[in-house]
C-alpha cells in the first residue's frame, strides 16, 4: 500500500509563499486520487485541493488563485504550491490518497504544520 511523507511547512509572514510535498512510497501516486486537507486548531478538517484518479483538479472556493495543486510522475510526489498566504491558512496540512475518486480516504500523510505570522 503506498505511504505518504508530507514536507515543506514552516513560518510564513502574511503574503507570503510555501510550497508543500508529498512523498509517495510501496505505490505508484498517478493511480490515485490525491488531495490535500488542513485542520486548523478548534476546526474540522477541511478540503482544500484535489487531483482526481483521472487527472482532473478541484479547488476549495477559499485557496482557489492563490493555491495550486501539481503531482510530479518521475518524482512520485504531489505538491501544493501556496501563495499569498493569510493568517487564516494557518493549520496543519495533510496529503491523503485513495484508489477511487470516491468513498473513503484510508491513506494519509503524517502532517506539516503552516504557520502564517508576522
Known amino acids: 500500500q503506498v505511504r505518504l511523507l508530507e514536507s515543506g511547512g514552516g513560518l510564513v509572514q502574511p503574503g507570503g509563499s510555501l510550497r508543500l510535498s508529498c512523498a509517495a512510497s510501496g505505490g505508484t501516486l498517478m493511480h490515485y486520487a490525491v488531495t490535500w486537507f488542513r485542520q486548523a486548531p478548534g476546526k474540522e478538517r477541511e478540503f482544500v485541493e484535489q487531483?482526481?484518479?483521472?487527472?482532473?483538479?478541484f479547488y476549495s472556493d477559499s485557496v482557489k488563485d492563490r493555491f495550486s495543486i501539481s503531482r510530479d510522475d518521475a518524482e512520485n510526489t504531489l505538491y501544493l504550491q501556496m501563495n499569498s498566504l493569510k493568517p487564516e491558512d494557518t493549520a496543519v496540512y495533510y496529503c491523503?490518497?485513495?484508489?477511487?475518486?470516491?468513498?473513503?480516504?484510508?491513506?494519509w500523510g503524517q502532517g506539516t504544520q503552516v504557520t502564517v505570522s508576522s
Open positions: 491523503a490518497a485513495r484508489p477511487t475518486n470516491y468513498g473513503q480516504y484510508h491513506i
Open positions: 487531483i482526481t484518479v483521472g487527472g482532473n483538479k
